[in-house]
């Protein structure tokens, strides 16, 4: 089973409009992080945002918030007011803490295109 | 602005050929890793080392490659022999370890053995 699961191969958003981008992932440890990494078309990874599995509150960074739902395995990222700039591929990962604590996984990423 | 850096940023050589990477990592970071990127395959981690120590390689092809870190600001991948499957982007990212090791990526190689 795949580890971290992004459906969405292609997004579009009109400019100033709120986004949601798709990730389930798939862990039976109880102590893991999520991430969420932007790459614009200059190829470099940026890290947007994190969330830890025992997090009370969901991650808000700017205008980069992670709407974390457990029980459902979701990391969703929700980028609000969208902006030209934000026109690039991203990426959820996860790592798992116990047991295998070495292990990084990242999901196929998202192609998010902004309209003006 | 503190940013892990990459040398070479783009490297074309012909198959057979040892191909060297270096990453200079984030000061004071103490972990990190290595990514290969291509369009098949997306982002595989290769190598991850925290305090100088590797890890986990376990998704490295242990016959043609290998990774080291000789000090704390210098991080190589080395491929010998190169081979055309292993055209791709590879980044290396540093992380201040801790809870959340938030990686900070490089800017990548660009590697086209021909």
């Known amino acids: 089973a795949q580890k971290i699961t992004q459906t969405q191969p292609g997004m579009f958003v009109q400019e100033k409009e709120a986004v949601t981008l798709d990730c389930t992932y798939d862990?039976?440890?109880?102590?893991?992080?999520l991430f969420w990494y932007k790459q614009p078309s200059s190829g470099e990874m940026i890290f947007l945002i994190y969330q830890g599995s025992y997090d009370q509150q969901n991650a808000t960074e700017g205008r980069y918030s992670l709407n974390f739902q457990k029980a459902r395995k979701s990391a969703n990222l929700v980028i609000s007011a969208s902006q030209l700039g934000d026109s690039a591929m991203y990426f959820c990962a996860m790592r798992e803490y116990e047991d295998d604590g070495n292990q990084f996984y990242f999901g196929t990423g998202t192609s998010l295109t902004v309209i003006p | 602005d503190a940013r892990v850096t990459q040398t070479p940023r783009d490297k074309v050589t012909e198959m057979g050929q040892e191909v060297t990477m270096r990453c200079q990592p984030i000061l004071g970071h103490n972990t990190v890793f290595w990514y290969r990127q291509t369009m098949m395959q997306g982002l595989e981690l290769l190598a991850y080392?925290?305090?100088?120590?590797?890890?986990?390689d376990s998704g490295m092809p242990k016959d043609r490659f290998s990774a080291e870190m000789p000090d704390a600001t210098l991080a190589t991948l080395k491929i010998q022999p190169s081979e055309p499957r292993d055209s791709a982007v590879y980044f290396c990212?540093?992380?201040?370890?801790?809870?959340?090791?938030?990686?900070?990526f490089g800017p990548g190689t660009r590697l086209t053995v021909l």
């Open positions: 990212a540093s992380g201040p370890g801790g809870d959340t090791d938030t990686q900070y």
């Open positions: 862990t039976s440890d109880p102590s893991y992080g």
């Open positions: 080392f925290r305090n100088r120590a590797p890890l986990d």
